[in-house]
């Protein structure tokens, strides 16, 4: 089956910390793949995404690399904020399920000053 | 560009009721999708509607209905509400479907079964 596997939270960072957050997948296909972010209150916003192999996502500093070889699709940012505080969610999508995304549990990131 | 609406933002209902969720998409978006979010489940999805024809579902008991109208705004409907049903349900809305575009989500319902 189709499914996204997310590193266990919650993550806790000292600001300007160096930020991973590994996500691995399965697929019966040729998945997209999404990082999206949840800040309290609000609904999911799209961070970043990758459509095929060895392309890379980038978006206000985060970056995620689609490895076909190793299943995964981990998020990085060198040098996190304190408004960088939310829950992170990778999600996959096969073009022939419509917009039928599969998510990770998703993990909660605290930055403190 | 107005986002993603969704009304009621909260709800409480009793067991056994039914309770029906909106959601305008994006203004040309066609393709809504509806997940129901729970600390313990994560995000599941429920179904996506694209040119007013459910596209896809997901794995639901049939309590779980839906439906787009015309104009590309959609309704979710639960009936014979469980306790298990307490949630939060976002909305979904793209351009394209496959993936192909942006999902915009919706702030989300957030519903208590009692």
Known sequence: ??????????????????????????????????????YPGEGLQLLLKATKADDKGSNKGFEATYRKETTSFHLEKGSVQVSDSAVYFCALV????????????GTSLTVIP | ?????????????????????????????RSVSWYQQTPGQGLQFLFEYFSETQRNKGNFPGRFSGRQFSNSRSEMNVSTLELGDSALYLCASSALSGGLGEQYFGPGTRLTVT
């Open chain 1, 94 to 105: 096969l073009r022939d399920t419509g917009n039928q995304f599969y998510f990770g549990t």
């Open chain 2, 1 to 29: 560009k107005a986002g993603v609406t969704q009304t009621p933002r909260y709800l409480i209902k009793t067991r056994g009721q039914q309770v029906t969720l909106s959601c305008s998409p994006i203004s040309g978006h």
């Open chain 1, 1 to 38: 089956g189709n499914s996204v596997t997310q590193m266990e939270g919650p993550v806790t960072l000292s600001e300007e910390a160096f930020l991973t957050i590994n996500c691995t997948y399965t697929a019966t296909g040729y998945p997209s793949l999404f990082w999206y972010v949840q």
